[in-house]
């Protein structure tokens, strides 16, 4: 039996932090399709941001995952529970530089033309 392992909730509070950044990321991939098809002319532009929400969508079900896990471990071990590894924020670090080069590459291209 364990005590009340976490009076702050922030294993949930982390899950929501995930949910809002993963929505936030597939705004930025609905806007991407909207509009690199129109600046660039060619409909085969809009996948980056198809991309963008498949990415979105893999982050929340491993974010989902996560808090699951967390929690089971917290409920079952207490305060002593092994806390979930940096795999998640690396990969979103990734993804958002990989976003972040390619968005500045598109509008250093937008200025040269």
Not at 3 to 10: I, Y
Not at 20 to 31: D, E, K, P
Not at 85 to 109: E, Q, W, Y
Request: charged letters at 15%; proline letters at 5%.
């Amino acid at each position: 039996m364990t005590s009340l392992f976490d009076p702050g909730l922030q294993p949930e509070r982390t899950e929501l932090g995930w949910r809002r950044t993963c929505l936030a990321l597939s705004v930025g991939s609905l806007v991407a399709m909207r509009i690199l098809p129109e600046a660039f002319g060619s409909g085969w532009w809009a996948l980056g941001g198809v991309a963008g929400i498949i990415a979105s969508a893999g982050l929340w079900a491993a974010a989902r995952r996560r808090y699951r896990s967390t929690t089971r471990a917290l409920e079952r071990d207490g305060h002593r529970a092994p806390m979930p590894d940096s795999r998640l924020p690396f990969a979103l670090t990734v993804f958002t530089v990989v976003i972040g080069g390619t968005s500045v590459a598109i509008v250093i291209c937008m200025a040269a033309s």
